[in-house]
Nanobody
Framework: VQLVVESEGGLVQAGGSLRLSCAAS????????MGWFRQAPGKEREFVAA????????YYADSVKGRFAISRDNVKNTGYLQMNSLKSEDTAVYYC?????????????????WGRGTQVTVSS
């Protein structure tokens, strides 16, 4: 499975919104879930949100609940992360990832396929 971030991140003011998209190609029929992770400077990569590819069950980190929304389009094989009410602490490099294994979708080790990261910077 290959993942390509189609909508780049960028610079946005606090309180603003941004939408990231990630297109999957290859053996997508085996994908169990797509996740979004982020890594701020000096910090470990952390879970943001995930969605099961078939059922559409969603999972969120507590820090983004109520502000971010993950979705997917099975026809386009694309996942989305809508980020609203952005805060300066959301500043990080964001990565999309996919897994073909069932399990805990919030763990980075669960994911075999990773897209290129995209920088999201929120100015206060």
């Amino acid at each position: 499975v290959q993942l390509v971030v189609e909508s780049e991140g960028g610079l946005v003011q606090a309180g603003g919104s941004l939408r990231l998209s990630c297109a999957a190609s290859g053996r997508t029929f085996g994908v169990y879930a797509m996740g979004w992770f982020r890594q701020a400077p000096g910090k470990e990569r952390e879970f943001v949100a995930a969605i099961t590819w078939r059922g559409g069950t969603t999972y969120y980190a507590d820090s983004v609940k109520g502000r971010f929304a993950i979705s997917r389009d099975n026809v386009k094989n694309t996942g989305y992360l809508q980020m609203n009410s952005l805060k300066s602490e959301d500043t990080a490099v964001y990565y999309c990832a996919a897994t073909d294994q069932t399990g805990t979708v919030s763990l980075t080790g669960q994911y075999r396929y990773w897209g290129r990261g995209t920088q999201v910077t929120v100015s206060s």
